[in-house]
């Protein structure tokens, strides 16, 4: 929903103060001073010089979009696109590019006080696994392709900032590092952005993601989940002739009624909390008591400590399972593994935090209705560790997610990368 404070009628007054009645909580303002500095900030003629060349390479961004779309980035597998992307990223100016030790990407824009290192980041990664067809196929304005939204289009959104960054002559105060994240989807746990905040690692003042939704989106809440592997494992034989032998598929049973019977009892009340078994497999045929039984969970959570709380509650609930199905009669026994496979943490930024205002200052002063959320992005780790951290919009339309049928579509596409222009330079300040 947009607002337009330009000429607002009394019926559009009761709309809106509707709305956030409804909604329960108050759209999220900047201070006056924020809303100033951003206002003056755009009309520097650097600025407006970066805006008109955005609107100018438009076409040069959405071939950059279709070209990038079309190397597979799967999970684990980002090698090939993050070659390409790096020349693409060296091609517009940078002052330095590499590609670190986990597979990321860094394009490295010299700031004029190289004082502090402010992040702008979009993931390499899809969830597509190797040989999905994403070729790019347009119908009328409408681009499709696995991946072409989440978050090509982001990596998209970098190369054009950075081009008019270097054809305006706009200079940060800060260091800006041009980020294309590895492993931010599914089993990648965050691993390429984990990486730029391991022990030791150069510090890093602020991080500007940008993946998903509308212009507007201002993600200063991680969304935490913890993610296990249970497998379980047996002798396994013949369905007939060693029938009454320990079954992992059936500890396996015992081990989801246990879970989804305790869990349910917890999260029914408090803050949001969740749980879902994903996938299940195993087995070698169906006349064969299977050898290991495997599920995987995800538990997500608004809070840290409810997190480990359900946490608790699925190892407790796995072990009750198998010793219960052990104590049944059968011959042998099931042995329980639980592996750990994703583990992002909770946290949240006030809304005083100085970069959420300015990114609510800039999305309001671009004419749209900035969104306060939470969400499980690459802005998680940063976040939980109290680094001023942000996710925001790619812009223009889309829809299909995950899904084979992906699309987007540019209408004023280019206002979510000025919008970005203007929030990383509001970070970082105009060089001298």
């Given at each position: 929903m947009k607002f337009s404070f330009v000429r607002v009628y009394p019926m559009l007054l009761v709309m809106v103060f509707s709305f956030m009645h409804i909604s329960g909580q108050e759209l999220p303002t900047a201070e006056k001073s924020y809303?100033?500095?951003?206002?003056?900030?755009?009309?520097?003629?650097?600025?407006?010089?970066?805006?008109?060349?955005?609107?100018?390479?438009?076409?040069?961004?959405?071939?950059?979009?279709?070209?990038?779309?079309?190397?597979?980035?799967?999970?684990?597998?980002?090698?090939?696109?993050?070659?390409?992307?790096?020349?693409?990223?060296?091609?517009?100016?940078?002052?330095?590019?590499?590609?670190?030790?986990?597979?990321?990407?860094?394009?490295?824009?010299?700031?004029?006080?190289?004082?502090?290192?402010?992040?702008?980041?979009?993931?390499?990664?899809?969830?597509?696994?190797?040989?999905?067809?994403?070729?790019?196929?347009?119908?009328?304005?409408?681009?499709?392709?696995?991946?072409?939204?989440?978050?090509?289009?982001?990596?998209?959104?970098?190369?054009?900032?950075?081009?008019?960054?270097?054809?305006?002559?706009?200079?940060?105060?800060?260091?800006?590092?041009?980020?294309?994240?590895?492993?931010?989807?599914?089993?990648?746990?965050?691993?390429?952005?984990?990486?730029?905040?391991?022990?030791?690692?150069?510090?890093?003042?602020?991080?500007?993601?940008?993946?998903?939704?509308?212009?507007?989106?201002?993600?200063?809440?991680?969304?935490?989940?913890?993610?296990?592997?249970?497998?379980?494992?047996?002798?396994?034989?013949?369905?007939?002739?060693?029938?009454?032998?320990?079954?992992?598929?059936?500890?396996?049973g015992y081990a989801i009624t246990h879970f989804t019977k305790e869990a349910k009892k917890y999260t029914d009340q408090g803050p949001k909390t969740s749980f879902n078994i994903g996938r299940i497999g195993g087995g070698t045929s169906v006349n064969s008591i299977p050898f290991e039984s495997w599920m995987e969970v995800d538990m997500r959570s608004v809070d840290a400590t409810r997190l480990l709380k359900i946490d608790s509650i699925f190892k407790s609930s796995m072990h009750a399972a198998v010793a219960e199905y052990n104590a049944t009669g059968i011959k042998d026994k099931i042995v329980l593994e639980l592996i750990k496979i994703g583990d992002r943490p909770s946290g949240e930024l006030s809304e005083t935090t100085p970069l959420v205002q300015r990114a609510i200052a800039a999305t309001t002063f671009f004419g749209e209705t900035p969104r306060l959320t939470r969400g499980s992005t690459n802005g998680n780790i940063p976040i939980a560790l109290g680094i001023p951290a942000i996710t925001i919009g790619r812009g223009g339309k889309g829809g299909g997610a995950h899904s084979l049928g992906e699309w987007w579509m540019n209408t004023d596409g280019t206002k979510a990368i000025k919008l970005a222009l203007l929030i990383t330079m509001a970070e970082a300040g105009l060089g001298n």
């Open positions: 809303a100033k500095a951003i206002k003056k900030l755009s009309a520097n003629t650097q600025i407006q010089n970066a805006y008109a060349v955005i609107d100018e390479i438009d076409n040069q961004t959405t071939a950059d979009l279709i070209r990038l779309t079309e190397i597979e980035a799967p999970p684990f597998m980002e090698t090939k696109r993050a070659i390409a992307f790096r020349a693409m990223l060296e091609d517009t100016g940078m002052d330095k590019t590499w590609i670190d030790e986990v597979g990321n990407v860094i394009g490295l824009k010299i700031g004029t006080n190289r004082n502090r290192v402010v992040v702008l980041d979009a993931h390499l990664d899809t969830v597509f696994p190797e040989g999905t067809d994403v070729s790019v196929k347009k119908k009328g304005d409408t681009l499709f392709a696995p991946g072409i939204g989440d978050d090509t289009r982001g990596l998209a959104m970098l190369l054009a900032i950075a081009k008019a960054m270097k054809k305006a002559e706009l200079k940060a105060s800060a260091d800006i590092w041009f980020v294309a994240t590895v492993g931010e989807e599914g089993l990648g746990d965050l691993r390429g952005v984990k990486h730029f905040f391991r022990k030791g690692a150069p510090k890093i003042d602020s991080w500007i993601a940008i993946d998903g939704g509308s212009a507007g989106r201002v993600n200063n809440a991680g969304l935490g989940s913890t993610r296990y592997k249970a497998v379980f494992k047996g002798k396994g034989g013949h369905s007939w002739g060693a029938f009454g032998l320990a079954n992992p598929h059936h500890a396996l």
